[in-house]
């Protein structure tokens, strides 16, 4: 055996060695994986409230829910399209100087056709990479158009049926042949709520999930019934929903809608992030 041979094998050795003892990368570290608060968790607290815990959390990211009451000096003025453009710029000062970016904002739900282009219009003015909705079907051309003209996705939230979206069918029917910003805001509780099977309903969206309200939820003969619990400890099987998720390549934000508990949520959320960033 040569000299160099001997070196050689001696490397290989070593970064095998280093190789094992080194810990193994969580699956939300292997994917770059984000996860926001969606502010209507905080709803019970005004928008400036809501950045503060999402900053104690040790979150980058929210979406905000049109309609959250903005607090501080704005009172009881809402979050949404309706916000001047001085208003706007302080609520994104605001969110900087706690470390946090708004990435999104929904669920919006327009009562006039006219309502798309100012929503999209805030959209870009606030920097927001997405749009959670339920668009009427009648509305969908325009939808998409906006989306192409703005570069800002749609991404469609499941409410419970009998909501047109309930299922993933009527989404990818909707969808269909339109463009890739159009998908899924895959609230993963509301299916089971729903009776469908969330890993099944997280397959079929292959390709199409934008965004998640994602959730564990308590059984249906729990007490309260099967509202949220600490991810892990409820229903849903959260690893197996992250393992499709990474098949997938998913690269959208995992939004934390945390809808129990609502006066004392941070410890909870806490821990389902603990969770969340410990899943091999």
Same mark, same amino acid.
């Given at each position: 055996?040569?000299?160099?041979?001997?070196?050689?094998?001696?490397?290989?050795?070593?970064?095998?060695?280093?190789?094992?003892?080194?810990?193994?990368?969580?699956?939300?570290?292997?994917?770059?994986?984000?996860?926001?608060?969606?502010?209507?968790?905080?709803?019970?607290?005004?928008? %400036?409230?809501?950045?503060?815990?999402?900053?104690?959390? +040790? @979150?980058? !990211? &929210?979406? =905000?829910? $049109?309609?959250?009451?903005?607090?501080?000096?704005?009172?009881?003025?809402?979050?949404?399209?309706?916000?001047?453009?001085?208003?706007?710029?302080?609520?994104?000062?605001?969110?900087?100087?706690?470390?946090?970016?708004?990435?999104?904002?929904?669920?919006?739900?327009?009562?006039?056709?006219?309502?798309? %282009?100012?929503?999209?219009?805030?959209?870009?003015?606030? +920097? @927001?990479? !997405? &749009?959670? =909705?339920? $668009?009427?079907?009648?509305?969908?051309?325009?939808?998409?158009?906006?989306?192409?003209?703005?570069?800002?996705?749609?991404?469609?939230?499941?409410?419970?049926?009998?909501?047109?979206?309930?299922?993933?069918?009527?989404?990818?029917?909707?969808?269909?042949?339109?463009?890739?910003?159009?998908?899924?805001?895959?609230?993963?509780?509301?299916?089971?709520?729903?009776?469908?099977?969330?890993?099944?309903?997280?397959?079929?969206?292959?390709?199409?999930?934008?965004?998640?309200?994602?959730?564990?939820?308590?059984?249906?003969?729990?007490?309260?019934?099967?509202?949220?619990?600490?991810?892990?400890?409820?229903?849903?099987?959260?690893?197996?929903?992250?393992?499709?998720?990474?098949?997938?390549?998913?690269?959208?934000?995992?939004?934390?809608?945390?809808?129990?508990?609502?006066?004392?949520?941070?410890?909870?959320?806490?821990?389902?992030?603990?969770?969340?960033?410990?899943?091999?």
């Amino acid at each position: 055996m040569t000299r160099k041979s001997i070196l050689f094998a001696a490397a290989a050795v070593i970064l095998a060695a280093v190789a094992a003892c080194s810990p193994k990368k969580s699956i939300a570290e292997r994917n770059d994986w984000k996860l926001a608060i969606q502010s209507y968790t905080f709803h019970k607290f005004s928008f %400036e409230e809501a950045l503060d815990k999402t900053a104690e959390l +040790g @979150l980058g !990211y &929210i979406e =905000a829910y $049109p309609g959250h009451r903005l607090g501080g000096k704005w009172g009881d003025q809402a979050f949404g399209y309706s916000m001047d453009e001085d208003t706007r710029k302080e609520i994104l000062d605001l969110a900087a100087s706690k470390g946090v970016k708004i990435v999104g904002s929904g669920v919006f739900v327009p009562s006039d056709p006219s309502e798309w %282009e100012k929503e999209f219009e805030f959209a870009k003015a606030m +920097g @927001l990479e !997405y &749009i959670s =909705a339920e $668009p009427p079907m009648a509305d969908w051309d325009l939808v998409e158009k906006l989306s192409d003209e703005y570069g800002i996705a749609v991404s469609v939230h499941n409410h419970p049926k009998p909501s047109t979206y309930w299922t993933p069918d009527s989404l990818l029917a909707a969808v269909s042949g339109r463009s890739a910003r159009l998908g899924s805001c895959a609230d993963v509780g509301h299916w089971k709520r729903c009776g469908l099977d969330h890993l099944d309903c997280l397959r079929k969206l292959d390709g199409r999930i934008i965004s998640l309200h994602f959730k564990d939820i308590a059984s249906e003969n729990a007490e309260g019934g099967p509202h949220d619990v600490i991810w892990g400890t409820g229903v849903l099987d959260v690893p197996a929903m992250l393992g499709i998720l990474e098949e997938q390549g998913f690269k959208g934000y995992f939004a934390i809608e945390y809808e129990y508990n609502w006066d004392n949520s941070v410890p909870d959320i806490r821990k389902c992030i603990d969770y969340f960033r410990n899943i091999p």
